[in-house]
């Protein structure tokens, strides 16, 4: 039902867009979220964007990602720059709130 795409390696300073689908009964109604699991430490939330277009981000990403979405294609996507090697893992797009999680998708960023 979340279809997560757009990891990859790139170099310190680079920049990279995730994007994930959802079905339509899913996208519409809920507010989505992004978040990552970097090695050896707890997932934690990235930023997420509700149904009207609020968003809201970790400290750690703010006025570097931006998190969007496309009610007419029922995606969101996460548009990450200035990337740091602490943004490396595994980013999983969420329909925030429940169990509903896309199967990740890896982000290693080399200094």
């Known amino acids: ?6 990891g990859g390696l790139v170099q ?3 920049s990279l867009r995730l994007s994930c689908i959802a079905s339509g009964s899913i996208f519409s109604r809920n507010n989505m979220a992004w978040y990552r699991r970097g ?5 934690e939330l990235v930023a997420f964007i509700e149904t009207g277009g609020t968003t ?3 400290d750690a ?6 998190i969007s979405r496309d009610n007419a294609k029922n995606t969101v ?6 990337l740091k090697p602490e943004d490396t893992g595994v ?3 969420n329909v925030l709130g429940t169990g509903l999680w896309g ?4 982000v290693t960023v080399s200094s």
């Open 61 to 66: 990403v703010k006025g570097r990602f931006t």
């Open 56 to 58: 809201s981000y970790v």
């Open 103 to 106: 199967q990740g998708t890896l």
């Open 12 to 14: 310190a300073g680079g």
């Open 1 to 6: 039902q979340l279809q997560a795409s757009g």
């Open 39 to 43: 090695p050896g430490k707890q997932r």
């Open 77 to 82: 996507d996460l548009q990450m720059n200035s």
């Open 91 to 93: 980013y999983y797009c």
